[in-house]
């Protein structure tokens, strides 16, 4: 794919991004900016190398002189390599959202749960 149509896709990415995270307070905006941009950049990358992994496989038969061994694919590698900080970037732009959402009260339900789990005989 050409940098363009990449370029492309990580904006329409980071846009969904930004829209998708609008509660994030102004003052934390700036660093939720940053994040945005990373994993739009990462949403793509994963996109491009999940592509490769289904067309050519997780892994595949490399022969270096007689030898013959599986290997695994690199792009599956890169995958799983990006998943991971890919999800911890996650965590991290979740966590800039306001943390004033209400617990929920509790109810006669919790009362009664806790008073079956009681009466259980293990």
Known sequence: MSVKT??????????????????????????????????????????????DVKENGATYMMENGKQKMLVENPAQKSYNTMINRFTATYDKLIGLLPKDVPMPAKTDDDANFKQFLGERND
């Not at 492309?8 to 934390?28: G, H, M, Q, Y």
């Open 6 to 51: 990449e370029n492309t896709r990580i904006n329409k990415e980071k846009k969904s991004l930004k829209e998708a995270f609008v509660e994030i307070p102004d003052k934390k905006r700036d660093i939720a900016d940053k994040l945005i941009e990373r994993l739009a950049f990462m949403t793509i990358t994963l996109q491009n190398l999940e592509d």
